[in-house]
């Protein structure tokens, strides 16, 4: 940011400019200064388009991207970067500026590829190109963290640690702080120390230090992750540090049973009860783990703000200590938070202790459609099987019974089965499960294996591949067999489980197949160069490896690719196997081979080999649906429409018929073909009534009629949108945009009626201010302005309004300090009409000097307002009126030059000003240009030139 700064302030001192080159370079300067970037940017555009030609081109337009950066328009910065670079003649080290915030946009982006391209571009011979390549590693490798992606960041930020730079320490920092998150601490504590002995340690000195410590508690060395905590908690810093150093200095100290130290912490606390709370809790939680149930409540109890996480604490704990009542109050207070999947669970076991059965499974429906964890379910299905067992409902404890034996096949879910069948006398079933009882649990580890096998294929076809490790997981607890591992490594393939599949795969040979597998696993895992090599491996064993694993390698190999974002690599590879004699998922293959060539921006090949899909039965919809989605991307909106058409009328998938006919009608939207629009929206309103894609095509029908001219139809749209959408967003849209027709409307009335349908206060009392003053209700407008003075959204529209008020009625006092209000804000749309009324009130009472100043500062800051103009006039007559006639004479020939209207007045005033200083041969000039443009304005001048005297 240094660079960026120097340039902006820099670059604009300079001689030699034009006058008014000088005052918009002048006014580029301050507005950047004063980090207004909105005006700047327009500002520049201006600059551009008014000085084509001018020297300072380049450096403003690289000073745009900059500030597109700056404000996170990551995009537009890019663009405006690589425009540059085409454009524009520079200098070395413009060039690496350039490319360095390119690396950075493309980090806002997370495209963390092409941002490494952008940074290699940087010319690394000259230090400054050296420091700018480890400026770009250093974001790269921060915008990896911000990605969790920590071994990535780390790789970046080692690559920059090489090159010792101006970020050097930066660096350091970071790289501690990836490694941290990757849970290697010895590494961590490392580079803190190299940190440490750089000049920047204060400036993150609260961080560092609790690194070092955590770093330190990590690897069990208490002592010294106590003393950089104390560090952190006796700064005057109010961090997010200090909180969680205090809350693992107290951990520290009650795990080693020191309760003294703990509470002498908390004591310190007391003058700072948020953190004072956030301590007690940390004691609740501490001896709830461990089972001081009493010693936890007294802790939570004494907590003044209590959230639901202590109230979770405070009823867990009163369950503990059988306190069933307080307990069960607690936690239905809990059933619409966060807990309530534990708030369902200890009501049922309450409810359960105290034999209230019928309760229990009258309720059982609580825990339907619960996000629950394994270990929840099991418990809340136990409850209620045994519930319903004591009340002799045995088909529901059946029901649930088995539930829990699908989750987790042990003995005892097993006997509790056996039990009920019992009792419902199903004998087939009851020999079954003795059987498979008396199978699992002696040693027949053959039979063992065959019931892990068949459970596991059950879950798979039940979709529940979870279930299916867990039990393969539970067998090789005891037991080591091939076909298991080989069997859990499919499922866990499938279950994207890859870290775990590379475990079980390093204890398997070196086979093709299993070679295969780690190739996949690998792929999941992101690591794409590994897992080329896994699969280049495989296929480079001709003749020795099936033709089947051949095809599956090979097809992965494109995928791999894909994924990788090496599209050209995956066309490549993509057309040799079409062109094989492959069939293994090769219409997969056609269809990355044809969204490779969209995104190398080619959609003519990709076209052409969407088209070829379409010649397999079950991808002929998708196919011509992409065909139409490439031409709408170029905007070839005929073209597109026609494939859209196609979608529409032949597919067989009804949501590629729905999606052809929204898109159709949308490319005709941006067609501006109102008729076809109309026809097909009337279609697919017919066809879909209930989609969710009609209001957007209401939405675009109002938008269009609007375009036409077609103010009633365009109302009709907006109203029916409001009344039939479910989406508040477009609800409010749609609003707005009717309270924008109704404000060009004269209908009054039914202005009012949609002003009283808005939710928000402030925006129903913004729009009812406007329209009472189209009422000319001026009054009770000033009582709507009054309210709005003091809102965050409307404080500008209020403030200028009043002063109006007080204008009109020549109470400058008033309307002054309104205006003001306006001035004193950041950012307001009115601030030039605030500032040309405060001219005109000083004008108005007399203070000549003061106005010409604001009239000037007026045009100069916001010279694009409709008040500039008008403020050069009055500046001028201004200095007319102070009798500074040369300053009026270089003010009214400026305007002259510049402006199009007025030109008989400006020349005018000239004549009669150059005159007034007895410079008759300029005024003579000024006299025929004038004679010109109005011959009978001109006629009361003839005489001073006709050996008449100056005025």
Not at 49 to 67: D, E, L, T
Not at 220 to 243: G, H, M, P, Q, R
Not at 803 to 825: E, H, Q, W
């Amino acid at each position: 940011m240094k660079k960026f700064k120097l340039l902006i302030a820099g670059f604009l001192i300079c001689s030699g400019l034009f006058a008014s080159d000088k005052e918009d370079i002048k006014f580029l300067d301050e507005l950047f200064i004063q980090k207004k970037y909105s005006m700047a940017l327009q500002e520049s555009n201006t600059f551009i388009n008014k000085y084509p030609r001018s020297k300072y081109i380049k450096n403003i337009k690289i000073r745009m991207g900059q500030v597109y950066y700056v404000e996170g328009r990551y995009q537009e910065a890019i663009n405006t970067f690589n425009n540059c670079l085409k454009e524009l003649k520079l200098k070395k080290e413009e060039s690496n500026d350039i490319y360095l915030y390119l690396a950075k946009s493309y980090v806002g982006l997370k495209d963390f590829a092409t941002a490494s391209k952008a940074a290699n571009l940087i010319d690394k011979t000259a230090p400054e190109g050296k420091n700018a390549y480890e400026e770009a590693l250093l974001s790269i490798g921060k915008g990896y963290m911000e990605n969790k992606d920590y071994i990535q960041a780390q790789r970046e930020l080692t690559s920059a640690l090489s090159l010792q730079g101006k970020n050097y320490e930066d660096v350091v920092l970071n790289l501690a702080l990836a490694a941290y998150n990757n849970s290697q601490y010895i590494k961590t504590i490392v580079y803190l120390d190299e940190y440490y002995r750089g000049s920047k340690v204060g400036v993150n000195k609260n961080l560092v230090n609790y690194l070092y410590g955590s770093s330190y508690y990590k690897t069990n060395e208490n002592v010294k992750a106590l003393d950089y905590f104390a560090k952190v908690k006796n700064s005057d810093d109010n961090s997010e540090y200090k909180t969680l150093s205090v809350l693992t200095m107290i951990e520290i100290y009650l795990k080693q049973g020191n309760s003294r130290e703990a509470e002498s912490i908390l004591s310190s606390l007391s003058s700072n009860p948020n953190l004072n709370d956030v301590a007690l809790k940390s004691f609740g939680d501490f001896y709830l783990v461990r089972g001081s149930n009493d010693v936890a409540l007294s802790y939570y109890n004494r907590i003044q703000n209590k959230n639901v996480d202590v109230l979770y604490g405070i009823a867990l704990s009163q369950y503990r200590l059988k306190d069933y009542k307080l307990s069960l109050e607690n936690f239905r207070r809990l059933y619409t938070t966060k807990y309530k999947n534990e708030s369902i669970y200890y009501q049922m076991s309450i409810e359960y202790l105290n034999k209230n059965y019928k309760w229990v499974l009258g309720n059982k429906n609580l825990a339907a459609g619960l996000n629950l964890s394994k270990e929840e379910e099991l418990a809340i299905n136990n409850l209620i099987g045994t519930s319903a067992f004591e009340e002799g409902d045995f088909k529901v404890a059946e029901s649930y019974y088995e539930k829990n034996y699908n989750l987790n096949s042990n003995k005892e879910t097993l006997y509790k089965l056996i039990v009920v069948s019992s009792k419902l006398k199903n004998k087939d079933r009851l020999s079954s499960l003795i059987n498979e009882f008396n199978a699992k649990y002696p040693t027949d580890q053959e039979y063992k294996k065959n019931i892990t096998i068949l459970t596991a294929d059950n879950y798979i076809n039940d979709s529940r591949g979870a279930d299916a490790v867990a039990i393969y997981k539970n067998y090789l607890l005891t037991n080591r067999d091939s076909d298991i591992v080989s069997n859990l490594i499919d499922v866990m393939i499938a279950q994207k489980q890859y870290n775990e599949v590379m475990q079980y795969l390093n204890m398997q040979d070196m086979s093709p197949e299993n070679t295969y597998l780690k190739g996949i696993a690998t792929m999941g895992m992101g690591r794409y160069d590994e897992a080329e090599a896994y699969f280049n491996q495989v296929v480079s064993v001709d003749g020795q490896v099936p033709k089947a694993l051949q095809e599956k390698a090979k097809y992965n190999i494109i995928k791999n690719y894909f994924l990788w974002e090496r599209y050209t690599d995956a066309i490549t590879s993509g057309e040799e196997y079409i062109a094989g004699e492959n069939l293994y998922a090769l219409e997969d293959v056609v269809d990355k081979v044809a969204i490779s060539y969209f995104r190398i921006d080619n959609p003519e090949k990709a076209r052409e080999y969407f088209e070829k899909l379409k010649l397999v039965s079950n991808m002929g919809d998708y196919a011509q649906f992409q065909i139409g989605e490439t031409y709408y991307s170029e905007k070839r909106y005929p073209q597109a429409i026609e494939a859209y058409k196609v979608s529409a009328e032949e597919s067989k998938n009804p949501e590629y018929k729905e999606k052809g006919l929204y898109w159709e009608i949308s490319s005709l939207y941006l067609m501006k073909n109102l008729n076809e629009f109309e026809l097909k929206s009337k279609e697919f309103i017919k066809k879909y009534p209930n989609s969710k894609l009609k209001d957007n095509i209401i939405l675009m029908e109002g938008e269009l009629y609007g375009l036409e001219g077609k103010t009633g139809n365009s109302l009709s749209s907006y109203e029916k949108l409001y009344n039939e959408t479910k989406d508040e967003a477009l609800k409010e849209k749609s609003l707005m945009k009717i309270l924008d027709i109704a404000q060009n409307s004269k209908n009054i009335e039914n202005e009012l009626e949609w002003i009283n349908k808005i939710t928000n206060d402030d925006k129903k009392t913004y729009y009812l201010a406007k329209h009472l003053n189209r009422q000319n209700k001026i009054e009770e407008s000033k009582v709507q302005l009054e309210k709005l003075v003091n809102s965050s959204d409307y404080k500008d529209f209020a403030a200028v309004g009043l002063g109006d008020y007080y204008f009109k009625k020549k109470d400058f006092t008033n309307a002054n300090v309104n205006y003001n209000l306006v001035l004193g804000l950041e950012n307001s749309v009115y601030k030039d009409r605030a500032l040309y009324q405060v001219a005109n009130i000083e004008k108005e009472t007399g203070a000549t000097k003061e106005a010409i100043r604001n009239y000037t500062k007026l045009y100069i800051l916001y010279p694009t307002s409709e008040y500039a103009l008008e403020s050069k006039i009055r500046s001028a007559e201004g200095y007319e009126a102070l009798g500074e006639y040369k300053e009026a004479i270089v003010q009214y020939d400026e305007l002259l030059k510049t402006e199009s209207k007025n030109k008989t007045y400006f020349l005018e005033k000239l004549v009669f000003l150059n005159l007034k200083i007895e410079k008759k041969n300029i005024a003579k000039n000024y006299y025929e240009q004038l004679k010109k443009e109005n011959a009978n304005l001109s006629e009361k001048y003839k005489d001073f030139f006709n050996g008449g005297e100056n005025l």
